[in-house]
């Protein structure tokens, strides 16, 4: 599987993960933003707005209504699109299912994973497990066919494979934890109440 450029977009994917918890203004979500500490988000305020825009123009999200409370200023709320909800499984899934060179795609793929069901999440993280493995292997492969190359030039290679093993390790563990239940996947009950 390889990464689009819409899947790189991780204001754009927060927004849509962070209205699957119901309709929110900008200025909301980019609370929310600041006080869970997403902190792989930058340019915030403004590429949140510069998202939402985007995403409102692309049918992903649309206006739900306008608050107009007394004495505070018009606050538009935006909720999540059918076409919207598909994006986010799409991307969401393909972030976590797909090593890259970025490790803030990941980061950002864990912390918002709880948008999608656990079985998703649980078959992107093994497709996750079997590309590492085979990213790996092939990086292994290479260094060990590198015979006569002063091992200073291959360190970077070495180090890679080590991030590599060190990765497909955590996100098996991961996994296991999840199939065994101590790690708890979140209730729509649960989801709703995180702190705005």
Do not use: C, N
Not at 147 to 163: D, M, Q, S, Y
């Amino acid at each position: 599987m390889t990464l689009r450029r819409e899947d790189r977009d991780l204001v754009g994917l927060t927004v849509l993960a962070m209205l699957t918890l119901g309709p929110r203004h900008t200025y909301e979500m980019q609370r929310f933003v600041v006080k869970t500490r997403k902190d792989y988000l930058t340019g915030l305020p403004r590429s949140m707005y510069h998202s939402v825009d985007r995403l409102e123009r692309d049918g992903l999200i649309a206006v739900d209504h306008v608050d107009r409370a007394e004495g505070r200023p018009e606050r538009t709320l935006y909720r999540l699109t059918e076409a919207g909800r598909d994006a986010l499984g799409d991307r969401l899934s393909r972030l976590l299912a797909t090593p890259d060179r970025d490790a803030t795609l990941f980061v950002a793929a864990l912390s918002l994973a709880a948008a999608l069901p656990q079985a998703r999440v649980e078959t992107a993280l093994r497709e996750r497990v079997a590309a590492l493995a085979g990213e790996r292997e092939a990086l292994l492969g290479d260094l060990r066919s590198a015979v006569g190359v002063e091992r200073i030039l291959l360190v970077e290679a070495e180090f890679e494979a080590a991030r590599l093993g060190g990765e497909h390790d955590w996100v098996t563990g991961f996994l296991v934890e999840l199939g065994d239940g101590r790690l708890r996947w979140p209730s729509a009950a649960v989801a709703t109440t995180f702190p705005v």
